[in-house]
């Protein structure tokens, strides 16, 4: 019989024992990823959720950034991802602490991301907002948490609802109108067929936001003084005064104009969505030179697209961070990522100034040609004639909000939370816009002597105009149904101007333009059939007979609106304190003044003003106090203290006249305007 080995007792428990810390590991990482699977279901709901219907809703956010699809799937990867990371760190550091720990730690965090989510929900189901809302939110928030310790069957609905988030990028990727950026499907378009005729040159500029009445004097004619180049352009086309876009939306807009058809369908602006366009139609013929901001209808095979400095997948993340902050934020924001559309300056872009140089002194070329937008520097460079017939297009983002430019061209600072509407500041948003459009006004004036100076104007079709136009009536600002209902003639009329090739003589014509009218106009100028069916009516064919047009908030549901050429605006009478100079005045108040700083070294020839002065004063001043605003001893704005919101008892003064400016420290004052006209000099902080 073989020799039985015994085993000392004390060894014996060995195997048994790291048997138990295994299955006791093993228990733990089961429990962990049950938890992972927790807090993913809420971070999906908090981050993944919001910020993937924002951005699936808005394509030309990637189209202004030029994202390409890697740069769409990386971010969408990194939304789902990246925000759950930590939280997966802090589980597993916290397998090495006791089970006690553990618990505490996922309490703690299902409650704070319950309360994220009770932030949002409440601003869109209460009135609550700011420290009440953090306030209910964080009850919300404990209560949650306490419930989720206590019983099991939150945890189990929580981690059935982990398959949340790839739900969500899956609806993205598939049935966002953001989609098509990311899948974009195969079709050439088709190419229009050449005419008996010539194949004149066409320079096509689409400005954005820029209602017709903005452009009018009291006379109901464009405003020579302050617009002199688009008076200009007006003496030597033809100028549809009736001309209307068709929404108030660019995604939308833009498509109709360039295919001649109303909006249909919510989709993406780009050439996998509207194959048929402007450019796949002259494309064969033509050679393409486009411009494009926010939208991507042109088709590589037609024209390569410049590629805008401001994209790649950094740009989208701390765009969509942005846009993060403002979804999880206790305060009403507008949470739109056309925030983010502002048109790079010539020097950020680090792009050479084009030619020729103007012989305006005025212009002050010389010292703020950086300030200028890149994609125009880029557009003015390529205007020089060719042996091929050229479509030359460009979308410029102007006089289109952020409003950051002065007529001069100079450059100013704003804070990003000023509201554009309510007493006081819809006549601030509509000022600086103004501003913005004189600077415009500026860049059609180079446009026209660029084409003057290269020889293209007399033999090109030149149309000149905007995509939609925008409110400025108080409590109505903006350009969506509201304002639709409210001020049609600012929403939906804009300039349009078609400069045949040879014409010499301005003119009027008042038939009903409507934008889908322009592809039309186009074809036959150009003497290319479309082969396509188009909602438009040619500016050759005879007027439509019926007065009314076709809106789209929405598309596929038109409104109809009425109404001709609209009147211009009553102009407020300027305050007469403006312009004058003030001395010794008393003092008596105190005011704070965000940007005082700036007045400390100005330096004009860099292109940069402090132009607009912002603040706020004490409680105790009046809704509607005026204040009088001044530079260096000259008053440049009188303005309106307004009722207490968010940022406290606010007032913004804007001061776009450079010559209140100048090298070096500049004086800022502010006073307080009496009943009877008396200056008291307000303490500055």
């Not at 939280?87 to 505490?104: D, E, M």
């Not at 989709?267 to 048929?276: L, R």
């Amino acid at each position: 019989m073989a020799e039985r080995t015994l085993v000392p007792p004390e060894v014996r428990p060995v195997a048994p024992a790291r048997s138990r810390r295994r299955r006791a590991w093993r228990g733990a990482w089961r429990s962990e990823l049950g938890r992972l699977l927790e807090v993913v279901a809420l971070v999906g709901l908090v981050v993944t959720q919001p910020l993937l219907d924002v951005l699936g809703r808005s394509p030309d956010f990637f189209l202004f950034h030029r994202a390409s699809p890697a740069d769409v799937l990386l971010l969408v990867a990194l939304i789902a991802i990246v925000p759950t990371v930590p939280f997966a760190l802090l589980g597993a550091a916290s397998l090495l602490a006791g089970r006690i720990p553990r618990a505490a730690a996922h309490t703690l965090v299902v409650g704070l991301l319950l309360a994220a989510l009770a932030v949002q929900v409440g601003r869109h189901t209460t009135p609550l907002r700011g420290v009440p809302l953090l306030l209910a939110a964080g009850l919300a928030g404990a209560a949650g948490a306490t419930a989720h310790r206590r019983w099991r069957v939150p945890g189990r609905v929580l981690r059935v609802a982990a398959i949340g988030p790839p739900i969500f990028v899956g609806l993205f990727l598939f049935a966002s109108p953001a989609s098509a950026v990311v899948l974009p499907h195969r079709h050439a378009g088709a190419a229009g067929v050449a005419g008996a005729g010539a194949h004149p040159p066409v320079v096509m500029i689409v400005l954005d936001e820029l209602p017709l009445v903005s452009l009018l004097g009291p006379d109901g004619q464009i405003d020579a003084t302050r617009y002199p180049h688009f008076a200009e352009l007006a003496a030597g086309s033809t100028w549809y005064r009736n001309a209307t876009g068709v929404s108030g939306w660019t995604p939308y807009a833009l498509p109709a104009m360039l295919t001649g058809r109303y909006p249909a369908e919510s989709v993406a602006p780009h050439y996998s969505q509207y194959p048929d366009n402007l450019f796949t139609a002259l494309g064969g013929l033509y050679e393409i030179k486009a411009e494009e901001s926010i939208t991507r209808l042109c088709p590589p095979s037609r024209c390569d697209q410049p590629a805008s400095p401001q994209q790649g997948l950094g740009v989208l993340v701390r765009e969509t961070g942005k846009l993060l902050r403002q979804v999880t934020a206790p305060m009403d924001s507008q949470v739109d990522p056309e925030g983010s559309y502002r048109e790079l300056t010539r020097a950020e872009a680090r792009v050479d100034a084009a030619e020729p140089v103007p012989a305006d002194p005025k212009f002050r070329w010389d010292t703020l040609n950086d300030n200028q937008p890149a994609r125009f520097t880029s557009f003015l460079a390529g205007l020089r004639p060719s042996s091929r017939p050229t479509l030359h297009f460009l979308h410029l983002l102007m006089p289109h909000a952020p409003w950051a430019y002065l007529p001069s061209g100079a450059h100013y600072a704003a804070p990003d939370d000023l509201p554009n509407d309510g007493a006081g500041w819809v006549d601030l948003a509509r000022q600086r816009h103004l501003a913005q459009l004189g600077y415009t006004d500026r860049l059609i004036g180079e446009t026209l002597r660029t084409l003057r100076a290269t020889g293209l104007y007399d033999k090109a079709l030149v149309l000149v105009t905007a995509d939609h136009g925008v409110s400025f009536k108080r409590d109505w600002q903006g350009r969506g149904m509201d304002a639709i209902n409210h001020a049609a003639d600012q929403v939906a009329w804009v300039p349009m101007f078609v400069k045949e090739p040879g014409q010499k003589a301005g003119r009027i014509d008042d038939r009903n333009w409507q934008h889908v009218d322009l592809l039309p106009t186009i074809a036959d100028e150009t003497h290319i059939k479309i082969p396509w069916r188009m909602d438009g009516r040619s500016a050759k064919q005879a007027p439509r007979e019926q007065a009314d047009k076709r809106f789209y908030d929405r598309p596929g549901q038109p409104v109809a609106i009425t109404g001709g050429v609209p009147s211009p605006p009553a102009t407020p009478t300027p305050d007469p304190l403006v312009g004058t100079r003030v001395g010794n005045k008393p003092g008596g108040g105190t005011a704070t003044v965000t940007n005082l700083a700036a007045f400390r070294a100005v330096d004009p020839a860099d292109g940069e003003l402090p132009a607009l002065v912002w603040g706020t004063v004490p409680a105790s001043v009046p809704n509607g106090t005026k204040l009088a605003v001044a530079v260096n001893g000259t008053i440049g704005a009188v303005v309106p203290v307004v009722p207490t919101d968010k940022g406290g008892r606010r007032f913004a003064a804007f001061l776009p006249d450079d010559r209140l400016y100048a090298p070096g420290a500049n004086r800022l004052d502010i006073y307080r305007v009496g009943a009877d006209g008396s200056l008291r000099r307000l303490a500055l902080s």
